[in-house]
């Protein structure tokens, strides 16, 4: 993959070579994401960050990176703010916002939209979401941390054995994970989901073609044994026809630390896309983990940043004028509480 001036649209556009060129990069961001260093490279670019979907981390965080690297951020949030609202398709909404930008990020409701969205696009596209389909950077950034947590552990992707929990039927998280897991080796998948939310059939077809061993379960307790990874996923309740056909899977899986204790081997790493649903009725990753080392969510949060600015940098192809535009230590010695 060139990357320059490309779209990153889905996981599929990615081969082994290509992650590890993003991991690259993203290690050379760390000290521009933790202020020790600044860089005005992408001074004068501007990244359009539409996001027609709620979104804390995605939105902000790739808002962040830009920033980080020099760049100004113009935020959409709201279709019913735009003229999408009065019936400009999607392709002369790009023809519009690519004139106005550099790059572009975007998350959308229905699946191929940003793809449709792309094609008119005289900018790089980056999918920050798209319905159900895919959610490229997120399955990234959940890599580049599982990478991180395993070698602290003496362990690799390579033979990762890990347990996908909750709605797989509607978590693009998900999708584009388990996809972008398939270019390694010899990963074995515990998939922990209601028969009615079970994962895509193409998926598992197309993980076991890869040689992969995929396992299916619908009780928490076994799926969750024997793995080095559980990444632990929300109910899609938006995605439902009705909230009554939702309640049904509220609160049907809740890992906490006694299920964890009593199942898990030790040290088993625990992550999740967020956000988790903290609502007394859900709960589907207790934070009564939120003192347990494993948990690492929030390093996957933090990791996001990294993720980000590598993807911008590759798509504007700046990896190498980064440090050219530094500016040295900055005000930054930030300390913070871990
Ligand atoms: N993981 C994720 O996509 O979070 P947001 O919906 O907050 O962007």
């Known amino acids: 993959m060139d990357f320059v001036g490309e779209h990153i649209l889905s996981v599929d556009q990615f081969e082994r070579t290509d992650i590890d060129q993003v991991f690259r990069v993203a290690d050379m961001m760390e000290p521009y994401a933790h202020r020790v260093k600044v860089t005005r490279v992408l001074q004068g670019a501007i990244l359009s960050n539409m ?3 709620p979104s804390t981390r995605t939105r902000v965080s790739f808002g962040c990176a830009f920033n980080l690297l020099g760049g100004d951020v113009r935020e959409t949030t709201d279709m019913g703010s735009s003229a999408i609202a009065k019936g400009e398709s999607l392709q002369d909404f790009a023809r519009v916002i690519s004139g106005y930008s550099d790059v572009i990020a975007m998350r959308h409701p229905d699946e191929g939209s940003v793809a449709e969205f792309a094609s008119a696009s005289r900018a790089p596209v ?25 070698w602290s552990r003496r362990k690799t992707i390579d033979g990762l054995r890990i347990a996908v929990i909750g709605d797989l039927k509607y978590g693009r998280a998900v999708h584009s994970l388990l996809k972008l897991l398939a270019v390694f080796d010899a990963v074995n998948v515990h998939l922990v989901a209601p028969p009615d939310l079970s ?3 193409d998926i598992v077809e197309f993980l076991q073609s890869r040689g992969h061993s995929v396992t299916t379960f619908d009780r928490l307790e076994e799926g969750i044994q024997s793995v080095d990874i559980l990444y632990v996923t929300r109910t899609q309740e938006e995605r439902f026809s009705s909230q009554q056909e939702a309640d049904r899977y509220r609160g049907l899986f809740r890992l906490n630390q006694t299920v964890y204790t ?9 992550m999740h896309p967020l956000p988790r649903d903290s609502r007394r009725s859900a ?40 440090d050219d535009y530094a500016a040295g230590v900055t005000w930054n010695t930030r300390k913070r509480r871990s």
């Open 199 to 201: 994962i895509p059939m």
């Open 126 to 150: 980056i999918n920050g979401g798209d319905g159900t389909n895919e959610h490229p950077s997120q399955a990234l950034l959940d890599l580049y941390t599982m990478q991180k947590e395993l």
């Open 51 to 53: 996001f027609f979907e």
């Open 283 to 322: 709960q589907e990753l207790s934070e009564d983990l939120d003192s347990n080392p494993n948990l690492a969510i929030f390093r996957q949060t933090d990791n996001g940043i990294l993720i980000r600015m590598a993807l911008f940098a590759l798509v504007l192809d700046i990896v190498d004028r980064v």
């Open 262 to 270: 009593k199942h898990c081997e030790p040290n088993t790493v625990i």
